[in-house]
């Protein structure tokens, strides 16, 4: 079985400010990563995504997260935000079987101007 | 593309209602889901399909039934549904064979009166 646990759930910064949304996972097999924005009123867009290869992985509006195996972490990041990042985002988790993803509970972020 | 569609954009029923969800994807993707997603909570799985056939059924009630007539479309069926299933209804695809990202619709957004 696998967990995902997004540390924190709600995450307030300031307009071109850098940022990272932590993620931390357990799974006794090798998993696949996954960071997912939502938007208000809208369905869940992949962001970027850890199957193998080197730990750092880019992926759209800037975003990119490494992965960490030694502390089981897929932590995501921006060096500076704007406005339209304010969103949800989850980090996903899912074995190599690859049927079912497990989804942390979401962190909010909130840019202000 | 990387599109999934999902029909109608927002649905109102009554609790004696039938309706159905539909979702269509064109990406070749030979593996489909149904969510449910209620208000500041990550998505839960409620359907898989693989190979249009059902793989995954997470003890969903059966006021909820799936159907996958081929590999491009999965519906929805929505029959005496009680108010608490009131949420967003997410479609999501992938592409199987060591692909598992999945791809996710915009939603349905479903009220039970």
């Known amino acids: 079985a696998q967990s995902v646990t997004q540390l924190d759930s709600q995450v307030p910064v300031f307009e071109e400010a850098p940022v990272e949304l932590r993620c931390n996972y357990s799974?006794?097999?090798?998993?696949?990563l996954f960071w997912y924005v939502q938007y208000p009123n809208q369905g869940l867009q992949l962001l970027l995504k850890y199957l193998s290869g080197s730990t750092l992985v880019k992926g759209i509006n800037g975003f990119e997260a490494e992965f960490n195996k030694s502390q089981t972490s897929f932590h995501l990041r921006k060096p500076s935000v704007h406005i339209s990042d304010t969103a949800e985002y989850f980090c996903a988790v899912s074995d190599n079987a690859g049927n079912m993803l497990t989804f942390g509970g979401g962190t909010r972020l909130m840019v202000k101007p | 593309d990387t599109e999934v569609t999902q029909t109608p954009k927002h649905l109102v029923m009554g609790m004696t209602n039938k309706k159905s969800l539909k979702c269509e994807q064109h990406m070749g993707h030979r593996a489909m889901y149904w969510y449910k997603q209620k208000a500041k909570k990550p998505p839960e799985l409620m359907f898989v399909y693989s190979y249009e056939k059902l793989s995954i059924n997470e003890s969903v009630p059966s006021r909820f039934s799936p159907e996958c007539p081929n590999s491009s479309l999965l519906n929805l069926h929505l029959h005496a549904l009680q108010p608490e299933d009131s949420a967003l209804y997410l479609c999501a695809s992938s592409q199987g064979q060591g692909r598992w990202e999945q791809y996710f619709g915009p939603g349905t957004r479903l009220t039970v009166t």
């Open positions: 799974s006794s097999v090798s998993v696949y």
